[in-house]
């Protein structure tokens, strides 16, 4: 099963973008679940699909026929026969699986394994724990009884206000079992936040936390939970978590517990269309009321067996971890891992508390095949010389997902150089949008530094240029010309579709425009190089930030960068360039300077920035983005308290910097 490293050791100064870090061994490649689904592929059609881009092409042209056998290949049980694959290819309103009735929450509760974890969880104050599947099941059907017992019928909402622990995850899939409509914010959340998001939906139900634990803190959230419940006058029900142990209004989780429950021979998962809304995933919000993206059953439930089994390689019985909260779509990600039987392991707390290297502890406590990363954890690890290789065991350890924000060469050889040799190493990249993956990891192909392995399969994405034509080699905006099953059913509130069709079908009508910059090479390889809506636009040449920040933030005295461009009056234009420094470090005339030659040796003129500003801190989302459209607003002139949601904001502060700049520079004219 051993794979190889191409040419030794990687040494992260010789590593270029391209650049070949691992092969999968030709057994290892064999005995993957894509592999075997090219297997089952090629026995249904009877034609060979000898490399992975002919698969791809495959799933991409004949969609009917590729998603009927994702259908086959994991058994989804329907109580009623589809009338059609694809009714509609229409985008937006394309028409998936009609006649079909099926539940999410029962090909979860399906893969229940006596004796075997269904999770494990751990937390600042609790040590790693199992929850047993036969104990998991219990709780979710105590829960969902609970939920009928209140009235909730499909469609209604139920809604959660909790931190990333087990009780999150049996009460989603309760609410998933009745046709209930999820949604979850994490109590990091002010009240006001939270009813940005929760209020648009007139929830019926609410689970609720006490409080959290945070950097060795106990935040007391019980005035936030008042608030909320307040400002939901939709109400029936308020269900208290004891998180913090304190004394709290609602029905208490253990009564919940306690109550009625159906057995679970008897126990039956509602069963509902395949475009039955299953949860509600909300945009950053970093300008006006987030947007309330709502997903389906058939579709999740198809996107996330493909996603996990083909283009991660998970099974049943597998360990995975990625750090997240309950209010970003990895989490979802998560529950999902539950479709396979695959075991996820939930960390709440800070992920640098009590040490910095909290997160490699957990992946060798939990065993955990698959670890999930974003680049700026891992920048922080080469900042503190966390050499993770040499504290932990990760012989489990065999994938690593990068994911959040582009990946640079130095990101992808760090893994090689200080966690392990033989690593696939499974860059992806997709959205909240339509909660997958659209570029990503393929396990039979080799990897290379800084570049995703392909485009994930039925996903018919391509780079266009402002023409509306397909390019390869070259910048363009990162199109999917076909439909895909978890594409959004629509934005809640959003009665005309409007706002639905004006975030992804505007500039090209019929076809998803996901607002990245993209680019393909001629072997398919895959690079996200920032967001499209922050371009950096000089002289006519487009370049995507992630371009700059590769540079700049490869620099031992820069921990964070954020660049965004000026269009001026008259014509003009300016580039700042936004940095925060490493302790001890200062912008001085040296730094500045090497940043500078930099730029313009590794990249062109035109990207060298017209001034570089030190500040405290870069602003990013709860998610890990960088806040270049508001900086660039504020800049502009924007009213501070309209660019940006302090509640979407990891940092709200950090934007104090900027604001001040805005207020006393000299260097542009509006």
């Known amino acids: 099963m051993a794979s190889s490293l191409a040419d030794g050791t990687a040494t992260s100064g010789a590593v270029r973008e391209g650049d070949l870090l691992w092969t999968p061994s030709p057994e290892r490649a064999r005995q993957t679940r894509l592999a075997d689904f090219t297997r089952f592929a090629e026995q249904r059609t009877g034609r060979p699909f000898p490399e992975y881009a002919d698969l791809w092409a495959w799933s991409t042209t004949e969609l009917e026929a590729f998603w009927q056998a994702v259908w086959d290949y994991f058994d989804v049980r329907s109580s009623a026969p589809h009338t059609a694959v694809l009714a509609d290819r229409a985008m937006p309103g394309a028409r998936w699986f009609p006649g079909a009735r ?3 929450a029962e090909h979860v509760l399906r893969q229940e394994r006596p004796g075997q974890p269904a999770l494990l969880a751990v937390g600042e104050a609790t040590p790693l724990r199992e929850l047993p599947w036969e104990e998991f099941t219990r709780q979710v059907r105590a829960v969902a009884t609970h939920l009928r017992e209140q009235g909730v019928r499909p469609g209604e909402r139920v809604v959660a206000y909790l931190p990333n622990v087990p009780e999150a995850v049996v009460a989603m899939v309760a609410t998933a079992s009745v046709g209930g409509v999820w949604a979850s914010v994490s109590p990091d959340f002010g009240s006001r936040g939270a009813l940005d998001r929760l209020g648009q939906l007139e929830p019926a139900v609410l689970f609720t936390a006490d409080g959290y634990r945070y950097g060795g803190r106990d935040f007391d959230r019980r005035g936030e939970a008042a608030e909320l419940v307040a400002g939901l006058p939709s109400l029936r029900e308020v269900v208290q978590v004891p998180v913090l142990g304190l004394e709290a209004p609602g029905t208490p989780w253990e009564d919940v517990l306690a109550g009625p429950s159906v057995p679970a021979g008897e126990f039956v998962c509602e069963q509902v269309p395949f475009d039955h809304p299953l949860w509600v995933l909300f945009s950053s919000g970093t300008t006006g009321l987030p947007k309330a993206i709502v997903h389906g059953h058939g579709g999740i439930l198809l996107e996330q067996f493909k996603l996990q089994a083909f283009h991660l390689d998970l099974r049943e019985g597998d360990r995975a971890f990625f750090f997240t909260t309950t209010g970003w779509m990895m989490w979802n990600f998560c529950v999902s891992m539950l479709l396979l039987g695959v075991v996820p392991v939930l960390y709440d707390g800070n992920p640098s508390h009590p040490d910095v290297d909290i997160l490699w502890r957990t992946a060798q406590d939990s065993r955990a095949r698959l670890f ?84 994930s399969l039925g996903v018919a994405a391509e780079a266009w240029d402002d023409a509306g034509q397909p390019v390869v080699g070259q910048v363009g905006e990162l199109v999917i010309t076909q439909p895909m099953p978890s594409m959004p059913l629509f934005f809640w509130g959003d009665d005309d579709g409007s706002r639905y069709r004006g975030s992804y079908f505007e500039t090209f009508p019929g076809v998803w425009r996901h607002g990245d910059f993209f680019e393909l090479n001629e072997r398919g390889g895959c690079f996200v190089r920032g967001r499209s809506d922050a371009v950096l636009n000089r002289q006519g040449v487009r370049i995507g930030t992630a371009e700059i920040y590769r540079v700049v933030e490869d620099d031992p005295a820069v921990l964070g960068a954020l660049i965004v461009n000026l269009d001026l009056p008259g014509g003009g234009f300016f580039m700042p360039l936004f940095v925060s420094l490493a302790p001890g470090a200062v912008l001085d005339e040296e730094l500045t300077a090497r940043l500078r030659r930099r730029l313009r040796e590794e990249y062109t003129p035109r990207h060298v920035p017209d ?29 501070p308290a309209a660019v940006a949601d302090p509640n979407a904001m990891a940092d709200p502060a950090a934007l104090a910097d900027f604001v001040e700049y805005a207020r006393t520079q000299s260097d542009y004219t509006l």
Do not use: H
């Open 102 to 104: 099926l539940n999410f």
């Open 611 to 639: 001034r570089i500003v030190a500040v405290g801190s870069i602003p990013l989302t709860r998610s890990g983005k960088k806040m270049e459209i508001p900086v660039r607003r504020l800049l502009l002139g924007a009213d």
């Open 372 to 455: 999930g990363a974003s680049p700026t954890f891992v920048e922080l690890m080469q900042k503190a010389g966390v050499v993770p290789r040499e504290r932990f065991d990760l012989a489990a350890l065999e994938i690593v997902m990068p994911a959040g924000s582009p990946v640079s060469p130095a990101i992808t050889t760090w893994f090689y150089d200080d966690v392990k040799a033989d690593l696939w190493i499974a860059t992806g990249s997709g959205g909240t949008d339509c909660c997958t993956g659209f570029v990503g990891g393929v396990p039979t192909l080799p990897v290379r530094a800084g570049e995703i392995q392909a485009r």
